[in-house]
């Protein structure tokens, strides 16, 4: 577990906002969260991430394709 990195995930209609441990980002809603790979993402090692967040019917829609896409663990 030590070697796991958690993101914690709350969204809202227009924007996600992503909590690492350490500080606050927020980044568009959008379709394949783009500014959220190049941003956070692309630096974390994906096998060992776990995203967490509450889905919130339609607008956790993006979150829960790029996970499948880019295969994230997640906890909802």
Do not use: C, H
Not at 13 to 23: E, M, R
Not at 43 to 50: A, D, G, P, W
Not at 67 to 74: M, P, R, Y
């Amino acid at each position: 577990m030590k070697d796991l990195s958690f993101l914690g995930v709350d969204i809202s209609k227009d924007s996600i906002t992503v909590y690492d441990g350490k500080k606050l980002y927020t980044f568009p809603n959008e379709r394949y969260l783009k500014k959220f790979k190049e941003r956070i993402f692309k630096r974390l090692n994906k096998e060992k991430t776990v995203i967490i967040y509450e889905p919130t019917g339609p607008y956790s829609s993006f979150l829960e394709e790029f996970a499948a896409i880019e295969k994230i663990n997640v906890v909802q």
